[in-house]
Every structure is written in structure tokens, then in C-alpha cells.
């Protein structure tokens, strides 16, 4: 496609979110370059999302993350340790990773002078808290890896304000969808363990709530925050909808089989409840969520069942 409106480099673009999301940027007419080291994300998958280009390289290196961000507009910045339970295992590596890396990402995007620079971050920055959620809320992570996405959110906010880096810090909710198959997370997990015939495993009694949202409706929000995002902005990505966890495993055995729960002891690191006020998001780039649950977890089931998961 010819560029029309500059090129985006997607970092930890071969991963699950960053391989719906370059369709996604490709459809409102940016030309995208896929920035991967291939620890989690597949060269394959990126291949087929459609990158124009894909450039094998860690974000730890300064110099490579520096070229490669070069003749770049824009980027977003997905590449991370991305699970909590991993940080709480290994909070050095967490933050060498999300911290150090959000750090050399910033640093080559100043000294790029790209027109914007769009950070994935969570709920896990504001740790326990009555939901919804909302960008006018402390910060109390109650993980390592809460607190390494909050330090990201303060370097996007110090580079805005101390460089001029146009940042959009964008909190993402529970992302679920098709070319999750190596995530943790929980729509994943019950697929998986659904297509493998074995009991759903639920941490607690499964009362806990998770704000789903599906990763098409989440990709065009990013890709609306990479034009219309603005500078030093917070916004949270959401469905706006709280959905208990054993609901959801309601939902996916009823579409992948009618397996049993086996509840294991609650997670370090875990919070209670989990959904977010996406008004901001929405009054800023006209985010609008589209799928539902239901459409959104027929079509993960589908793309599992498919793709062997
Ligand atoms: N999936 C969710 O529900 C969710 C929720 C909130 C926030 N996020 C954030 O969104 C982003 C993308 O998450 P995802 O679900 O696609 O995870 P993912 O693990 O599928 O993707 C992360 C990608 O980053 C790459 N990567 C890791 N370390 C790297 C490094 N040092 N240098 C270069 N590449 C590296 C991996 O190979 C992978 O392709 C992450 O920042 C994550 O923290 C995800």
C-alpha cells in the first residue's frame, strides 16, 4: 500500500496485540515496520498480520531500537514482559524489560523527532481500587509488573513534558482474541484447556472480575490514538464492562465444550475487581467498542478450534 500518512513501528509487534494491530494501522492508510526479539511473538504470525517490514531486535539495545525507529512517525510501544505472574517471579527481569526498555524506546523516539509515540499499559498500575477505573485515580500497584508499567506512564509523561514527545499512555483492560494461543491470560487458558478436554482452571472462586476486551475493538482504538491521541494524554482501552471470571468460563465451555472448573489457590499479585470508564478515550479519539462478549468469545473459540491453538 502506498504511505499516505507515514510509518508506524510497532515495538513487540509479532506479539499477540501487535499482530492485530497492523492490520489495523494498514487500514487507515500507515505503513508499519514490526521492531521484535521473537521471545514470546512468531516471525510467522507477523508475516502474515501484513508488516511492511519486520526487523528482528530488542528493545535493550539502544542502538538498534534507535535505527530501527529512524525514518518512523509514529510508535507504539507493545513490547514487554507482559504477565504479572512472571513479574512477581522475576521482578528484575520485569523491569529491565518494561522499564529500561519503555526508557530506550522513549530516548529513540526523541531523538527521531517522531510526531507520536503511543505506550501499552494496563489496569496493573492502579492495583486494588472500586471500579471503574479511571485516569483520575492513584496509583497503588500491587504487582512488579503494576509498577514497572506505572514507571513506563511516568517516562512517557517526563518525556512529554522535559522533550516535547507527543505520548499517549493508553491502559489497556483484559484483551482477548485470535493469535492469543501463547498468552496466559484467561480467556486464552480456558480455550486452550477447553480444546485439551481438561477442567478450566479458576484462581479463587472465581467471583473475581475482568474488564474483556476484544482485540479487534482494541486495535482500532489504538490505531485512533496514533492520530488523534495528542500529548501527555492517559486513556484507558476498555469494553467498560465488568464480567466475573466464572462467567467467562461459562461462556467458553459453551462454545468449546462442557468441561469442569478446578479451582486453584487465588494468585500473588491479583486484583478483586477489574473494569474501567473508557469516557476519555472515547471523547478523545472516538473510541467505541463494537464486539460483545459473546461475538467476541464465538470468534476466539472459532480461531482456537482452527489453529489447533
Ligand atoms: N494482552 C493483554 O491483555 C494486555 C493487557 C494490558 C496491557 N498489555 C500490554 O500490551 C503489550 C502487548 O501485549 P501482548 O498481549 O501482545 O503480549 P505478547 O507477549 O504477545 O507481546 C509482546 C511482544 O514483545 C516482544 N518482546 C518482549 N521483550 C522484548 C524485547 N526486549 N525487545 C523486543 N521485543 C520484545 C515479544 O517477543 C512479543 O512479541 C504489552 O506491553 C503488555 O504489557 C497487554
Known amino acids: 500500500m502506498a504511505v ?4 508506524v513501528l510497532v515495538t513487540g509487534g509479532a506479539g499477540f496485540i501487535g499482530v492485530n ?3 489495523a494501522l494498514a487500514d487507515l492508510g500507515f505503513a ?23 526487523v528482528e531486535g530488542d528493545v535493550l539495545d539502544l542502538d538498534a531500537i534507535t535505527a530501527a525507529t529512524r525514518d518512523c512517525t509514529h510508535v507504539v510501544h507493545l513490547a514487554a514482559q507482559a504477565g504479572v505472574p512472571a513479574s512477581v517471579e522475576d521482578p528484575l527481569g520485569d523491569c529491565d524489560t518494561n522499564v529500561r526498555g519503555t526508557l530506550h524506546a522513549l530516548l529513540a523516539a526523541r531523538d527521531t523527532g517522531v510526531a507520536g509515540f503511543v505506550f501499552a499499559s494496563s489496569n496493573a498500575p492502579l492495583g486494588e481500587i472500586t471500579p471503574p477505573a479511571h485516569e483520575g485515580l492513584v496509583a497503588r500497584p500491587t504487582s512488579p509488573y503494576g509498577a514497572s508499567k506505572l514507571s513506563g506512564e511516568a517516562y512517557c509523561s517526563a518525556f512529554a513534558g522535559s522533550y516535547g514527545v507527543p505520548t499517549v499512555v493508553l491502559r489497556f483492560s483484559n484483551v482477548y482474541g485470535p493469535y492469543s494461543y501463547h498468552k496466559g491470560s484467561v480467556v486464552a487458558a480456558f480455550c486452550k484447556r477447553a480444546l485439551a478436554g481438561e477442567p478450566l482452571v479458576v484462581y479463587g472462586d472465581g467471583t473475581q472480575t475482568r474488564d474483556f476486551v476484544f482485540v479487534e475493538d482494541l486495535c482500532r482504538g489504538i490505531a485512533a490514538a496514533v492520530t488523534d491521541g495528542g500529548s501527555g494524554v492517559v486513556a484507558h482501552l476498555a469494553s467498560g464492562t465488568e464480567t466475573t471470571v466464572l462467567e467467562v468460563a461459562r461462556l467458553v465451555a459453551e462454545r468449546l ?3 469442569s472448573v478446578e479451582h486453584r489457590p487465588a494468585r500473588v499479585g491479583d486484583v478483586a475487581r477489574s473494569a474501567s470508564d473508557i469516557s476519555t478515550a472515547r471523547a478523545l479519539f472516538g473510541f467505541a467498542p463494537r464486539v460483545t462478549l459473546e461475538e467476541g468469545l464465538d470468534r476466539t473459540a472459532a480461531w482456537f478450534r482452527e489453529s489447533g491453538g
Open 4 to 7: 499516505t500518512r507515514g510509518r
Open 21 to 23: 494491530l497492523a492490520p
Open 32 to 54: 508499519t515496520r514490526c521492531f521484535d526479539n521473537l521471545t514470546t511473538g512468531r516471525r510467522d504470525d507477523a508475516v502474515k498480520a501484513g508488516y511492511d517490514e519486520i
Open 257 to 259: 465444550g462442557g468441561v
